[in-house]
């Protein structure tokens, strides 16, 4: 799990790529979106291909015979960079061999390697027919007709500045919730420039989106058949959005303001900065039973002397007394975090205090990471860089430690009862998928009828794949049988 976020995830709701021509008029054409990244770029990947449905753009899941392909990139750290052009040159075989048959496919490369490096995109892939970065995706359609009528070229293939006009305004309104879990993205952006980080780089400035256009989007959603909707923003509590009212609403109103929607069952929000966790929002954690107990709260290093030089604005006792205030409030809240091990001058006594930290602390689940030196950052050039060597030797104890924090918690699931969300058919027949508020899998028989649906289950097992229950109203059958 704790590579997630960086792992491909290809986004794509239709499975039929043939080609037809509805009315006898306009070819239906395809898109094959491929997603790298955060569940931001999962988000903007849906919004991508909803703008090309007006221009005849149907979504498939594979490469093959797409029409029009879009990587959507990460640059967070360097392997996800990397994977960018090596995944190009998978492309353009693609687009060689349909040119060699006599069609035609455009690639275009969105998100925040296309931000970051736009030019050497296209130094180094020339094939690539456009380069968009993370704020122009609203362009999307006007770029996309310049590229069919082959006007695109030089200059016109790329847009990565940061538009004054606000993404959001301009996308169409969207199609309706494919899935039961559905991100919204509320915030975008970052002011707090961790000094490793590239995001406010490749995302520019805080942003947050008005009250009334993320009611909106959110009912849609559930219209279309969401249950449950995660609120997403590279710092999504620090969200300061205008309210109908016209003063800025901090995200705990605008949780109170999304509960009310008739036939959403869960909401969630990702990724939270320590130092934005204000009173309000750990009260809504206490108040709002619909906000599941469950917080990924980065923390990046136990030490106080790299959590300076990470510019991270807090130190590891600010984390503690945070996570005693949120126990307080809701006390089976669930923390995750993010970790970064080997940053510049980290020594070994600085390690340990990492590993003091979640030893007291207890996740349930983590992401942790080699530091990975970004160009433009100011952590990439400090002193004291770390050997490859000690970074993957510090990993793999931290692994370790995190592993074992998240097995024990699967473990005293055993024998609870808890509400599962249904989201998905699983890999056997009759057999359902779900996730329990502290947002593991679980899985369970039930029928397809159950998607969407919430029901308790008594959990019967734990092992690496998630979690295992039974209905509950089964579960005492079976005693009395
Ligand atoms: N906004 C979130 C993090 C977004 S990036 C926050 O402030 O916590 C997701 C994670 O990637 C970060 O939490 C960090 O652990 C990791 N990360 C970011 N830059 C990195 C780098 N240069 N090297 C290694 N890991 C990095
Ligand atoms: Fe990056 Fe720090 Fe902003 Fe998170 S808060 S996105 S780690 S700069
Ligand atoms: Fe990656 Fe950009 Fe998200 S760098 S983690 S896709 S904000």
Same mark, same amino acid.
Request: some cysteine.
């Given at each position: 799990?704790?590579? +997630?976020?960086?792992? $491909?995830?290809?986004?794509?709701?239709?499975?039929?790529?043939?080609?037809?021509?509805?009315?006898?008029?306009?070819?239906?054409?395809?898109?094959?979106?491929?997603?790298? @990244?955060?569940?931001?770029?999962?988000?903007?990947?849906?919004?991508?291909?909803?703008?090309?449905?007006?221009?005849?753009?149907? $979504?498939?899941?594979?490469?093959?015979?797409?029409?029009?392909?879009?990587?959507?990139?990460?640059?967070?750290?360097?392997?996800?960079?990397?994977?960018?052009?090596? %995944?190009?040159?998978?492309?353009?075989?693609?687009?060689?061999?349909?040119?060699?048959?006599?069609?035609?496919?455009?690639?275009?490369?969105? @998100?925040?390697?296309?931000?970051?490096?736009?030019?050497?995109? *296209?130094?180094?892939?020339?094939?690539?027919?456009?380069?968009?970065?993370?704020?122009?995706?609203?362009?999307?359609?006007?770029?996309?007709?310049?590229?069919?009528?082959?006007?695109?070229?030089?200059?016109?293939?790329?847009?990565?500045?940061?538009?004054?006009?606000?993404?959001?305004?301009?996308?169409? +309104?969207?199609?309706?919730?494919?899935?039961?879990?559905?991100?919204?993205?509320?915030?975008?952006?970052?002011?707090?420039?961790?000094?490793?980080?590239?995001?406010?780089?490749?995302?520019?400035?805080?942003?947050?989106?008005?009250?009334?256009?993320?009611?909106?989007?959110?009912?849609?959603?559930?219209?279309?058949?969401?249950?449950?909707?995660?609120?997403? @923003?590279?710092?999504?509590?620090?969200?300061?959005?205008?309210? =109908?009212?016209?003063?800025?609403?901090?995200?705990?109103?605008?949780?109170?303001?999304? !509960?009310?929607?008739? @036939?959403?069952?869960?909401?969630?929000?990702?990724?939270?900065?320590?130092?934005?966790?204000?009173?309000?929002?750990?009260?809504?954690?206490?108040?709002? =039973?619909?906000?599941? #107990?469950?917080?990924?709260?980065?923390?990046?290093?136990?030490?106080?002397?790299?959590?300076?030089?990470?510019?991270?604005?807090?130190?590891?006792?600010?984390?503690?007394?945070?996570?005693?205030?949120?126990?307080?409030?809701?006390?089976?809240?669930?923390?995750?975090?993010?970790?970064?091990?080997?940053?510049?001058?980290?020594?070994?006594?600085?390690?340990?205090?990492?590993? +003091?930290?979640?030893?007291?602390?207890?996740?349930? /689940? !983590?992401?942790?990471?080699?530091?990975?030196?970004? =160009?433009?950052? =100011?952590?990439?050039?400090?002193?004291?860089?770390? #050997?490859?060597?000690?970074?993957?030797?510090?990993?793999?104890? *931290?692994?370790?430690?995190?592993?074992?924090?998240? !097995? +024990?918690?699967?473990?005293?699931?055993?024998? /609870?009862?808890?509400?599962?969300?249904?989201?998905? $058919?699983?890999?056997? #027949?009759?057999?359902?998928?779900?996730?329990?508020?502290?947002?593991?899998?679980?899985?369970?028989?039930?029928?397809?009828?159950?998607?969407?649906?919430?029901?308790?289950?008594?959990?019967?097992?734990?092992?690496?794949?998630?979690?295992?229950?039974?209905?509950?109203?089964?579960?005492? %059958?079976?005693?009395?049988?």
């Amino acid at each position: 799990m704790r590579t +997630a976020q960086v792992v $491909p995830i290809e986004m794509s709701e239709g499975q039929d790529i043939g080609r037809e021509r509805p009315g006898g008029t306009a070819l239906v054409k395809t898109v094959f979106v491929k997603t790298y @990244g955060c569940q931001m770029n999962v988000y903007d990947s849906a919004r991508m291909t909803e703008v090309l449905a007006p221009l005849g753009y149907r $979504p498939v899941s594979v490469p093959d015979g797409a029409d029009f392909i879009i990587v959507n990139t990460c640059h967070i750290r360097e392997k996800a960079s990397e994977k960018v052009f090596s %995944e190009l040159g998978r492309l353009r075989r693609h687009k060689e061999a349909r040119a060699a048959g006599g069609g035609r496919m455009f690639i275009a490369v969105t @998100g925040c390697v296309a931000q970051a490096e736009g030019a050497e995109i *296209l130094r180094r892939a020339p094939y690539v027919d456009m380069v968009l970065g993370p704020q122009t995706y609203h362009r999307l359609p006007e770029l996309v007709a310049r590229m069919e009528r082959a006007e695109t070229g030089g200059a016109g293939r790329v847009a990565t500045d940061f538009p004054v006009e606000a993404k959001f305004d301009h996308l169409p +309104a969207r199609d309706g919730g494919q899935t039961i879990s559905a991100f919204l993205t509320v915030q975008e952006g970052c002011d707090k420039f961790c000094s490793f980080c590239v995001v406010p780089y490749t995302r520019g400035a805080e942003f947050s989106r008005p009250v009334a256009q993320v009611l909106a989007e959110a009912a849609q959603l559930v219209r279309g058949g969401a249950r449950e909707i995660v609120l997403l @923003g590279q710092n999504v509590n620090a969200y300061r959005g205008q309210g =109908p009212d016209g003063a800025p609403w901090g995200l705990d109103r605008l949780i109170s303001a999304l !509960a009310p929607i008739a @036939g959403l069952t869960r909401l969630r929000y990702t990724t939270s900065h320590p130092a934005d966790m204000d009173d309000r929002l750990i009260a809504a954690h206490r108040d709002v =039973p619909m906000l599941m #107990p469950y917080l990924h709260l980065p923390v990046q290093s136990g030490a106080d002397r790299i959590l300076r030089a990470m510019n991270r604005r807090h130190t590891g006792d600010d984390y503690r007394r945070l996570v005693r205030r949120l126990r307080a409030a809701r006390p089976d809240i669930a923390l995750s975090s993010d970790f970064i091990v080997g940053f510049p001058g980290e020594s070994e006594a600085d390690f340990e205090q990492t590993l +003091a930290l979640v030893g007291e602390i207890g996740f349930t /689940q !983590a992401y942790s990471f080699k530091y990975s030196p970004r =160009p433009g950052t =100011p952590a990439s050039l400090m002193d004291g860089q770390v #050997p490859e060597s000690v970074k993957a030797d510090r990993l793999a104890r *931290l692994q370790i430690l995190l592993d074992s924090q998240q !097995a +024990a918690f699967n473990r005293q699931s055993v024998g /609870q009862t808890m509400p599962v969300l249904v989201e998905r $058919p699983g890999r056997r #027949p009759g057999q359902m998928v779900g996730r329990s508020p502290y947002l593991q899998a679980v899985r369970t028989a039930a029928p397809v009828g159950a998607i969407g649906s919430t029901i308790e289950l008594r959990i019967t097992a734990s092992d690496a794949r998630g979690l295992a229950g039974v209905p509950v109203a089964h579960a005492s %059958e079976r005693v009395t049988a």
